[in-house]
């Protein structure tokens, strides 16, 4: 596996070499050639399915593409134009014909001989929901949908702030929040909050039409909401939203004291009468934030050091993806807010977007996406495209264990013990603050398609009540109420994935787990997390958590177990 050789585009059998995607005229062949080609063994059926994977991963990388120029140059019209190109004019065109592909497997007479093959059984168990959840009038809907939600990405992308008489982007102003001058962090954070505000309302009417356009969705395909169509849409069979319920109540109970215990932690050593938003990055103790590197070449070489130190694969398949330049990783004005690690299907090289500054968040940022880069390398030469895209529950997983196991390297961050024992300390003290907050998003999140009629003023209410529930009671938001009441705006989940949230909560629980074993034995934590990422989507999720030597879990009992190594390895640092 060390040999990880520069990765060439695999030969095309269906599709020609020069072929690209532009107009649906020129796709449209292919797939009237899938849906009408006679299958007379499986070992055609097999050959049809390869055929179609080679064109869905063409498409795939096309519109991948088509989506990082658009979010990495929101100020360019033709990266804009591009991407709704293919959303308004090739995507629908696409989904009937898909509907019929899916058919037309599922009603193969040699289907049945594929069903106990590994990875077969679970693609054509995710191809019956498809059938079930298609619907011809729910196509302009979603079209629509995208349409909306790419807006989202444009207004955010153009926030900026004047600070010292100079022009920064949001995430660029955030990091000023870490400043020992605590008046120059109430000073940065209203103005971030003023320029938020200021977007208040087109974000609330852009997310009212979207709820709207979600709830017709969900009506059309027979569902009672557009939670229930989700989960089925996201094909999570493995738990249910009862589950998800029981997850926040063990957060509630489990997690939010320590938080509240850190917070008081955190007044006392302040010394301030009140704790305020704009204290809770700061280093408590007043020493100057933490800089994990100074620009974007010097968190790539040292991303692929602490890679190559943990494993010569892992560094390998960062220094790939530095070389074909894949890589798009610092701040700037005109690019989408967030971070993300874009598969690429044909290729298999994905793409890591990110907005670093200087931070150790930033830092910790690309160990994440790191690690759903491995993920994508590791399952590079599995058979079809289908069997290698993971359940967002794995897909976590993977970037959230690397998060923690690649702290044994961090000290190529930070040379110096005393920075990185407080790096380290950061790190897990994130963890109990991440914990709530997935919890509070996904609750508010179950309540806003449960009752899809709501109004503007409810949906604040709602947003106020459960975010006091997974909150510390130590900050004070005195005079800040509408800052609070359109905190939610700020989470892309909302807008852009729906209900894609508590797999991070689902995913920390089983990272801690990862880690916990790596830090037993390196060796064999290290083989397994790779051995359990390896399986793609090629088996169950709970499965896929055995393999990694962990238990796909989220229960009162086994948070507190899990959150009690944490406050252990707390105390060691």
Same mark, same amino acid.
């Given at each position: 596996?060390?040999?990880?050789?520069?990765?060439?585009?695999?030969?095309?059998?269906?599709? #020609?070499?020069?072929?690209? @995607?532009?107009?649906?005229?020129?796709?449209?062949?292919?797939?009237?050639?899938?849906?009408?080609?006679?299958?007379?063994?499986?070992?055609?059926?097999?050959?049809?399915?390869?055929?179609?994977?080679?064109?869905?991963? !063409?498409?795939?990388?096309?519109?991948?593409?088509?989506?990082?120029?658009?979010?990495?140059?929101?100020?360019?019209?033709?990266?804009?134009?591009?991407?709704?190109?293919?959303?308004?004019?090739?995507?629908?065109?696409?989904?009937?014909?898909?509907?019929?592909?899916?058919?037309? @497997?599922?009603?193969?007479?040699?289907? #049945?001989?594929?069903?106990?093959? /590994?990875?077969?059984?679970?693609?054509?168990?995710?191809?019956?929901?498809?059938?079930?959840? *298609?619907?011809?009038?729910?196509?302009?809907?979603?079209?629509?949908? #995208?349409?909306?939600?790419?807006?989202?990405?444009?207004?955010?992308?153009?926030?900026?702030?004047?600070?010292?008489?100079?022009?920064?982007?949001?995430?660029?102003?955030?990091?000023?929040?870490?400043?020992?001058?605590?008046?120059?962090?109430?000073?940065?954070?209203?103005?971030?909050?003023?320029?938020?505000?200021?977007?208040?309302?087109?974000?609330?009417?852009?997310?009212?039409?979207?709820?709207?356009?979600?709830?017709?969705?969900?009506?059309?395909?027979? *569902?009672?909401?557009?939670?229930?169509?989700?989960?089925?849409?996201?094909?999570?069979?493995?738990?249910?939203?009862?589950?998800?319920?029981?997850?926040?109540?063990?957060?509630?109970?489990?997690?939010?004291?320590?938080?509240?215990?850190?917070?008081?932690?955190?007044?006392?050593?302040?010394? @301030?009468?009140?704790?305020? /938003?704009?204290?809770?990055?700061?280093?408590?103790?007043?020493?100057?934030?933490?800089?994990?590197?100074?620009?974007?070449?010097?968190?790539?070489?040292?991303?692929?050091?602490?890679?190559?130190?943990?494993?010569?694969?892992?560094?390998?398949?960062?220094?790939?993806?530095?070389?074909?330049?894949?890589?798009?990783?610092?701040?700037?004005?005109?690019?989408?807010?967030?971070?993300?690690?874009?598969?690429?299907? $044909?290729?298999?090289?994905?793409?890591?977007?990110?907005?670093?500054?200087?931070?150790? %968040?930033?830092?910790?940022?690309?160990?994440?996406?790191?690690?759903?880069?491995?993920?994508?390398?590791?399952?590079?030469?599995?058979?079809?495209?289908?069997?290698?895209?993971?359940?967002?529950? @794995?897909?976590?997983?993977?970037?959230?264990?690397? $998060?923690?196991?690649?702290?044994?390297?961090?000290?190529?961050?930070?040379?110096?013990?005393?920075?990185?024992? %407080?790096?380290?300390?950061?790190?897990?003290?994130?963890?109990?603050?991440?914990?709530?907050? !997935?919890?509070?998003?996904?609750? *508010?999140?179950?309540?806003?398609?449960?009752? /899809?009629?709501?109004?503007? #003023?409810?949906?604040?209410?709602?947003?106020?009540?459960?975010?006091?529930?997974?909150?510390?009671?130590?900050?004070?938001?005195?005079?800040?109420?509408?800052?609070?009441?359109?905190?939610?705006?700020?989470?892309?989940?909302?807008?852009? !994935?729906?209900?894609?949230?508590?797999?991070?909560?689902?995913?920390?629980?089983?990272?801690?787990?990862?880690?916990?074993?790596?830090?037993?034995?390196?060796?064999?934590?290290?083989?397994?997390?790779?051995?359990?990422?390896?399986?793609?989507?090629?088996?169950?999720?709970?499965?896929?958590?055995?393999?990694?030597?962990?238990?796909?879990?989220?229960?009162?009992?086994?948070?507190?177990?899990?959150?009690?190594?944490?406050?252990?390895?707390?105390?060691?640092?």
């Amino acid at each position: 596996m060390d040999q990880l050789e520069l990765p060439v585009r695999p030969k095309r059998k269906f599709l #020609s070499e020069d072929f690209k @995607v532009s107009i649906w005229e020129s796709l449209k062949p292919f797939f009237e050639g899938l849906v009408n080609r006679q299958i007379n063994t499986a070992d055609e059926l097999k050959h049809w399915l390869h055929d179609r994977s080679e064109l869905e991963s !063409v498409i795939s990388e096309d519109i991948g593409w088509r989506y990082i120029r658009m979010t990495c140059y929101t100020d360019k019209d033709e990266y804009s134009k591009a991407y709704q190109d293919f959303i308004q004019n090739i995507q629908p065109q696409i989904a009937p014909y898909s509907d019929l592909l899916n058919k037309k @497997v599922l009603d193969c007479a040699f289907t #049945s001989d594929l069903q106990n093959l /590994p990875g077969y059984n679970l693609m054509l168990r995710n191809l019956k929901k498809e059938v079930e959840l *298609f619907r011809e009038e729910n196509i302009p809907l979603f079209t629509e949908i #995208s349409t909306e939600t790419q807006k989202y990405a444009e207004l955010s992308g153009a926030m900026t702030v004047q600070v010292n008489s100079q022009e920064i982007t949001l995430p660029q102003a955030g990091v000023l929040l870490q400043s020992t001058d605590r008046a120059k962090r109430e000073e940065v954070y209203m103005k971030i909050t003023e320029r938020r505000l200021k977007d208040k309302d087109t974000l609330d009417n852009l997310f009212s039409g979207l709820i709207s356009l979600r709830h017709r969705v969900a009506q059309n395909a027979g *569902f009672k909401n557009f939670r229930d169509y989700q989960f089925k849409a996201y094909g999570r069979f493995d738990y249910t939203p009862q589950d998800c319920f029981n997850f926040h109540e063990a957060i509630e109970s489990e997690v939010v004291p320590l938080l509240n215990e850190f917070a008081n932690t955190r007044k006392s050593e302040l010394k @301030v009468t009140e704790l305020r /938003p704009w204290d809770k990055a700061v280093d408590a103790q007043g020493r100057e934030p933490l800089k994990a590197f100074s620009d974007g070449k010097e968190l790539t070489e040292k991303s692929i050091d602490v890679f190559r130190r943990l494993d010569t694969y892992l560094g390998r398949c960062l220094e790939i993806m530095k070389q074909m330049g894949h890589l798009d990783l610092e701040s700037r004005k005109g690019k989408a807010p967030g971070g993300y690690n874009y598969p690429l299907a $044909e290729i298999g090289v994905p793409f890591i977007f990110m907005n670093a500054t200087s931070t150790m %968040r930033d830092m910790t940022t690309i160990m994440h996406e790191g690690g759903h880069a491995v993920h994508n390398f590791l399952t590079m030469d599995l058979e079809l495209n289908d069997f290698k895209s993971p359940p967002m529950e @794995v897909a976590e997983l993977a970037s959230m264990s690397m $998060e923690l196991i690649s702290m044994d390297e961090w000290h190529i961050f930070f040379p110096n013990e005393k920075e990185l024992k %407080r790096a380290k300390h950061e790190q897990l003290e994130d963890i109990i603050e991440t914990l709530p907050w !997935v919890a509070t998003i996904d609750k *508010f999140q179950h309540w806003i398609y449960e009752n /899809p009629a709501h109004s503007s #003023s409810e949906r604040i209410g709602q947003w106020n009540k459960i975010f006091n529930q997974f909150s510390d009671t130590a900050t004070d938001w005195s005079g800040l109420q509408d800052t609070k009441d359109f905190l939610w705006q700020k989470q892309l989940h909302l807008y852009e !994935v729906p209900f894609y949230y508590i797999e991070y909560g689902m995913a920390q629980l089983g990272a801690i787990a990862v880690w916990r074993n790596f830090k037993k034995d390196k060796r064999d934590g290290l083989k397994r997390y790779q051995d359990a990422l390896r399986l793609g989507n090629m088996t169950t999720i709970p499965e896929i958590y055995k393999a990694a030597g962990i238990r796909f879990d989220f229960s009162k009992g086994y948070i507190h177990e899990l959150m009690g190594f944490v406050k252990d390895e707390l105390s060691k640092i």
